[in-house]
């Protein structure tokens, strides 16, 4: 690639050359003024002269893009689409004062229908969130309270010694045979 | 701003357009202008907007504002009853959330005083400004430096030292 282009530039060159040899006389080479292939005004009816451009692949860039649009546009638009309807045809909800005898339910808190929809079929009601988490302290309070009361009780027992625990059960004493030391002379 | 905004706290600035004295006979070119996009664009953008309205009219339906009833405070929960801690510290949440909103509204009140007394901000601004200045000293007190994993205990623990700090200034004072 650059040898062809160092070739073309001493074609040109020697070709200017070899117009003055014939031309001119040998001496005055500098002072010579050459005319150029390239210098008159042409103009054309086409886009001018075809050439053929090398560049680098785009296939590879203009298929990624392709795809990626296609891919984004697939769920995209659909999702536009439904959005931009339930906002245009169904609107949002209006604040109002909650009336009388009336205890709204949990998604009639939210006001855009997407939210609301999501509140009401996919989420638990925040009050059912509060109750499981008051029930799981419950019952890891009693656990507490129940090892805290079996702690002191064992302590207490091993102390003392006077409750069911830490006593090993011995044999009954009736059972015991003093014969053999029942009399001075055994 | 939207309908529903109180005009004694938001009052609109007087007007201050002068009275039209014509001297040419030709047309007023700003008239021509605003006519233009008058009718360009205002009114088809409002028609599209009462049309949507019109939609939105045929099935309302409502929001509200969730009230939560009061609990017994954190001082008012016995030592090891977890669970009136965890009502105390949930109803905490929620007032300190209603606090930063209300912060909030008044730093708006204030941007809102600035906006419309223009360059005369300072010396026209003084009832906003002091409003902002108390709200936000109250707000620092008690929540103040508090951090991210801030808790209703902490909270109580930072008013105790609060007013053990102020029993003392008393006392130091009387002396």
Known sequence: ?????????????????????????????????VPKTESAAVRYGSHGKQMFVFKPSDYYDRRFLHLLRYYILLTGIPVAAIITYINVFIGEAELAEIPENYVPEHWEYYK????????????????????????????????AEMRRTQMDVRKLMREK????????ETMDKSLIDYSPKSTPDN | MPDGFDKDVYPEPPRRTPAVEKQTGLPNPADILIKLFQYTVDVPVTTFRDWVEHQHERNRFYYYQQKFRRVPDLTE???????????????????????????????????????????????????????????????????GDLGAYGSAQKCLMKQKHRMIAERKEATAAED
């Open chain 2, 77 to 143: 929960c016995k030592l090891g009853d977890h669970l009136c801690n965890y009502e105390a510290e949930m109803q905490w949440r929620r007032d300190h959330k209603v606090d930063q909103e209300i912060v909030k509204v008044i730093k708006e009140r204030l941007g809102a005083c600035q906006q419309r007394e223009g360059n005369s901000y300072l010396q026209n601004c003084d009832k906003e400004m002091n409003q902002f200045r108390q709200v936000s000293k109250a707000y620092q007190s008690r929540y």
């Open chain 1, 161 to 168: 010694g006077d409750g069911p625990w830490y006593h090993y």
């Open chain 1, 112 to 143: 855009h229908p997407i939210t609301r929809w999501i509140a009401r079929n996919l989420y638990d009601p925040p009050e059912k969130n509060y109750e499981k988490m008051m029930a799981l302290i419950e019952i890891e309070s009693e656990k």
């Open chain 1, 1 to 33: 690639m650059v040898g062809m282009s160092v070739l073309r530039a001493g074609a040109g060159f020697a070709a200017r050359l070899n117009q003055l040899k014939h031309g001119f006389s040998n001496g005055r080479l500098l002072t010579r003024t």
